[in-house]
C-alpha cells in the first residue's frame, strides 16, 4: 500500500543549530503538505508544495519538493526553542482530492 | 473564526466501558476527519465524513469503533467497550471540499484502565 516515510524519527539539536527532515512517499504525489504539531498541541498546517523542484521559505523554514514528486525536505536554518514540536508531512490519499496520508513525523528537540 | 473544538479534552475510563467523543468542525466545511495518535507516533486515519455521509471508514480498527455525523454538522466517535489499547489522542479535522489544508481540533486525550 501507500506508504510516507520521514527521517530521522528524533533530532535533537543544541539552540543555534540547523535542522533537516526529510519525507519519502512510496507513490508520485501531486501535492505535499506539512504539519507542526508542538507538545501537548495538535497538528497545525504549515504549507503546501504543489509543483516539481518547487522551494517554498517561510522565515527560518525551508520547504523543498523533488523533482520526481516523491520526496520532500523541510530546512529550519538556527533554530528556535519555539521550533520544538514534531514536523509531519503528508500526501494525498491515492487520488483523493480530500485526503491525506501521513507521515511518521520527526520530532525536533531544540537545547538551549 | 471559531475553530474545530471537540470534547472533551480529557477522559479516563475503565476498561469495558464506554466513551464518547464529540467534534464540532468549521462551520462551512463538509469534510470532516477522525485520526487517532498513539503514544507519539503517527497520525493515524480513522475516517473521513463528507457532510453526513461516510466517505471512508478503512481505518476504523474495528466494529467497537462507531462514528456518525448527524446533519453533517458535528460529529462523535463512540467506543464500546473500550479495551486498552484504544487509548491516545484521538484528532477531528476538517477541511473544505476539495482542499487538502486540513484544520486539526485540539484532540480529546483517552486513557483506558
Known amino acids: 500500500g501507500q506508504q510516507v516515510m520521514q527521517i530521522p524519527q528524533y533530532q535533537h539539536v543544541q539552540e543555534g543549530e540547523d535542522f533537516t527532515t526529510y519525507c519519502n512517499s512510496s507513490t508520485t504525489l501531486s501535492n505535499i503538505q506539512w504539519y507542526k504539531q508542538r507538545p501537548g498541541g495538535h497538528p497545525v498546517f504549515l504549507i503546501q508544495?504543489?509543483?516539481?523542484?518547487e522551494v517554498k521559505k517561510q522565515k527560518r523554514l525551508t520547504f523543498q519538493f523533488g523533482e520526481a514528486k516523491k520526496n520532500s525536505s523541510l530546512h529550519i536554518t538556527a533554530t528556535q526553542t519555539t521550533d520544538v514540536g514534531t514536523y509531519f508531512c503528508a500526501g494525498p490519499r491515492g487520488t483523493s482530492y480530500d485526503k491525506v496520508i501521513f507521515g511518521p513525523g520527526t520530532s525536533l528537540s531544540v537545547i538551549p | 473564526e471559531a475553530g474545530v473544538t471537540q470534547f472533551p479534552s480529557h477522559s479516563v475510563i475503565e476498561k469495558g466501558q464506554t466513551v464518547t467523543l464529540r467534534c464540532d468542525p468549521i462551520?462551512?466545511?463538509?469534510?470532516l476527519y477522525w485520526y487517532r495518535r498513539v503514544m507519539g507516533k503517527e497520525i493515524k486515519f480513522l475516517l473521513h465524513?463528507?457532510?453526513?455521509?461516510?466517505?471512508?471508514e478503512s481505518g476504523m480498527p474495528n466494529n467497537r469503533f462507531l462514528a456518525e455525523r448527524t446533519g453533517g454538522t458535528y460529529s462523535t466517535l463512540k467506543v464500546q467497550p473500550a479495551e486498552l489499547e484504544d487509548s491516545g489522542v484521538y484528532f477531528c479535522?476538517?477541511?473544505?471540499?476539495?482542499?487538502?489544508?486540513?484544520?486539526f481540533g485540539p484532540g480529546t486525550r483517552l486513557t483506558v484502565t
Open positions: 465524513f463528507v457532510k453526513e455521509s461516510k466517505q471512508d
Open positions: 462551520s462551512g466545511h463538509d469534510n
Open positions: 479535522a476538517s477541511s473544505q471540499r476539495h482542499q487538502y489544508e486540513q484544520y
Open positions: 508544495l504543489v509543483k516539481s523542484g
